[in-house]
């Protein structure tokens, strides 16, 4: 895989290296099979996740983004529970989204649990905004993304729209899985509330992904919200999508 920072079509930036992959895994192998290319940005290396070091986390994350066919993964390398919106932080983010010129960014629903997801929803949305104001110096012709969507991680509001991913379920299955130190059981992993029993963190993710499905008819569904209304220019067609 190319890890040299090139022009894509759609940025998806998560905190952590198996964010992504939990809320918009799906929706990134449908775009890299309508032929769309797609990056992803980890903000941090996840290093004060109980299991995994950020050597075999960085290895992992790789091998998802290959299985969801992105064209460059590239970790930013703040630090994990340190994430602020600094001016620092934001003109690093910044320089990433004019190289990589993208018409879309995902980016992690505002309200979790997690504070890092918090965090780098603010992070984000900054630096979105900055990436357009070309008294902003940094690398890279002033660029912001027309769309910014959100998806969800260990919160779930009502989303604005739903995309259908049954097709795509088997490699986002493979991409979270790729990420072993997190969901699966390596030797002297400890238990936590992603690896371990009914509630894991798979299990819990599907569950989501195939209420969301229910709701538009479908077996597997991802479901994302905006802060601004989404334009649509063919409204023909939306004739055709499931109900
Ligand atoms: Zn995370």
């Given amino acids: 895989m190319v890890k040299i920072i090139c022009k894509v079509d759609i940025l998806a930036i998560g905190a952590h290296p198996d964010d992504v992959e939990v809320g918009a895994g799906g929706l990134m192998a449908k775009f890299n099979q309508l032929g769309l290319k797609t990056a992803i940005i980890d903000l941090t290396a996840g290093e004060l996740a109980s299991n995994g070091t950020p050597a075999l986390r960085s290895q992992e994350a790789q091998q998802a983004a290959q299985i969801l066919g992105?064209?460059?993964?590239?970790?930013?390398?703040?630090?994990?529970?340190?994430?602020?919106?600094?001016?620092?932080?934001?003109?690093?983010?910044?320089?990433?989204?004019?190289?990589?010129?993208?018409?879309?960014?995902?980016c992690p629903y505002w309200e979790d649990r997690h504070p890092d997801h918090v965090r780098a929803a603010q992070l984000i949305e900054e630096a979105w905004f900055d990436a357009g104001l070309a008294k902003i110096a940094t690398q890279g012709q002033p660029h912001r993304p027309?769309?910014?969507?959100?998806?969800?991680?260990?919160?779930?509001?009502?989303?604005?729209?739903?995309i259908d991913v049954g097709e795509y379920y088997e490699i986002k299955r493979a991409a979270m899985l790729a990420h072993l130190s997190q969901f699966g059981k390596l030797a002297?992993?400890?238990?936590?509330?992603?690896?371990?029993?009914?509630?894991?963190?798979?299990?819990?993710?599907?569950?989501?992904?195939?209420?969301?499905?229910?709701?538009?008819?479908?077996?597997?569904?991802?479901?994302?919200?905006?802060?601004?209304?989404?334009?649509?220019?063919?409204?023909?067609?939306?004739?055709g999508v499931l109900k």
């Avoid at 970790?75 to 910044?94: F, H, K, Q, W, Y």
């Avoid at 998806?151 to 009502?158: C, I, K, T, V």
């Avoid at 819990?204 to 008819?217: A, H, K, M, P």
Wanted: a positive charge; aromatic letters at 10%.
């Fill in 70 to 106: 992105v064209v460059w993964r590239s970790c930013l390398g703040l630090p994990d529970r340190a994430l602020a919106a600094s001016r620092a932080n934001i003109n690093a983010l910044v320089q990433m989204i004019r190289e990589s010129q993208p018409q879309l960014i995902l």
């Fill in 146 to 162: 027309p769309n910014l969507w959100y998806y969800y991680l260990s919160r779930a509001g009502e989303p604005k729209f739903i």
């Fill in 188 to 239: 002297g992993s400890k238990e936590t509330f992603l690896n371990c029993g009914p509630g894991s963190l798979l299990s819990l993710v599907e569950s989501r992904d195939r209420y969301f499905g229910s709701l538009i008819g479908c077996s597997f569904g991802e479901g994302f919200t905006t802060r601004t209304p989404l334009a649509i220019n063919n409204p023909s067609a939306l004739l």
